[in-house]
């Protein structure tokens, strides 16, 4: 079995985490490091989404920093199987759920009845970037329900088949896209909207809000040179 890395801050700080051997990437510490410094205010106290987990380094090192609970769902049995033994490692089991499930049917089954969610992180694989599109969609729309803002059929994506509105994002929520450089996702989804861009070589983290959560940065995109080339500085587990 693989190496994820370690948590690198908070209460499981150091705690090394297993990856599975499926060809999945890490989030590299340069990566969670950026990461968690923007979201370092957020964190306390917060429900967190990790979607195409992997491993589950992202949602159990916001759990480290002191995240409430967080949901883990990744479709792969194995990857299912390793983010369990990894929030055992964390000491985090009581604090974590992992759901193995496709995340676009988690988001349209299960994601309004456990959220609402103050952080989504979305890691799908690169070679498959509609899969972000389309969980960002499903997020977008769930923004919208939240806010009333949504139509009351059952089949509009955040909307309960009662046909109130379901929390599936707190208003101040964000959501944290990790995707090929290359392949950006759109700047607006919905009621979500871009508010800044960090690139790591070839891995960049595309941030959103939801429209009137905050202010949008002027600098919008910015890149962060990787401390090892970037054929390197790509993970090999998420």
Do not use: C
């Given at each position: 079995?693989?190496?994820?890395?370690?948590?690198?801050?908070?209460?499981?700080?150091?705690?090394?985490?297993?990856?599975?051997?499926?060809?999945?990437?890490?989030?590299?510490?340069?990566?969670?490091?950026t990461l968690f410094a923007i979201l370092e205010p957020e964190i306390p106290g917060a429900a967190v989404l990790d979607l195409f987990a992997g491993s589950?380094?992202?949602?159990?090192?916001?759990?480290?920093?002191?995240?409430?609970?967080?949901?883990?769902?990744?479709?792969?049995?194995?990857?299912?199987?390793?983010?369990?033994?990894?929030?055992?490692?964390?000491?985090?089991?009581?604090?974590?759920?992992?759901?193995?499930?496709?995340?676009?049917?988690?988001?349209?089954?299960?994601?309004?009845?456990?959220?609402?969610?103050?952080?989504?992180?979305?890691?799908?694989?690169?070679?498959?970037?509609?899969?972000?599109?389309?969980?960002?969609?499903?997020?977008?729309?769930?923004?919208?329900?939240?806010?009333?803002?949504?139509?009351?059929?059952?089949?509009?994506?955040?909307?309960?088949?009662?046909?109130?509105?379901?929390?599936?994002?707190?208003?101040?929520?964000?959501?944290?896209?990790?995707?090929?450089?290359?392949?950006?996702?759109?700047?607006?989804?919905?009621?979500?909207?871009?508010?800044?861009?960090?690139?790591?070589?070839?891995?960049?983290?595309?941030?959103?809000?939801?429209?009137?959560?905050?202010?949008?940065?002027?600098?919008?995109?910015?890149?962060?040179?990787?401390?090892?080339?970037?054929?390197e500085s790509e993970e090999a587990a998420r």
């Open positions: 079995m693989s190496d994820a890395g370690r948590v690198i801050a908070g209460s499981a700080r150091g705690t090394r985490l297993l990856a599975p051997d499926a060809g999945t990437r890490p989030l590299g510490d340069r990566v969670k490091e589950g380094a992202g949602g159990i090192e916001a759990l480290s920093r002191g995240a409430a609970r967080a949901v883990f769902v990744e479709r792969d049995a194995a990857a299912a199987r390793v983010i369990a033994a990894n929030l055992v490692r964390a000491r985090f089991a009581e604090r974590g759920t992992v759901v193995r499930a496709e995340a676009l049917t988690y988001l349209a089954e299960r994601a309004a009845a456990d959220g609402p969610f103050d952080l989504v992180l979305i890691d799908p694989p690169y070679a498959e970037p509609h899969l972000l599109e389309s969980a960002l969609t499903w997020l977008g729309a769930g923004a919208s329900a939240s806010a009333g803002t949504a139509g009351s059929s059952a089949g509009t994506p955040g909307v309960s088949r009662t046909g109130t509105s379901a929390l599936l994002l707190r208003p101040e929520a964000w959501i944290v896209a990790k995707h090929f450089w290359r392949t950006p996702p759109p700047p607006a989804v919905g009621l979500l909207a871009s508010v800044r861009t960090r690139r790591f070589g070839e891995t960049a983290l595309t941030f959103y809000r939801q429209a009137g959560s905050g202010p949008r940065e002027t600098e919008e995109s910015a890149a962060v040179t990787p401390a090892r080339p970037a054929s």
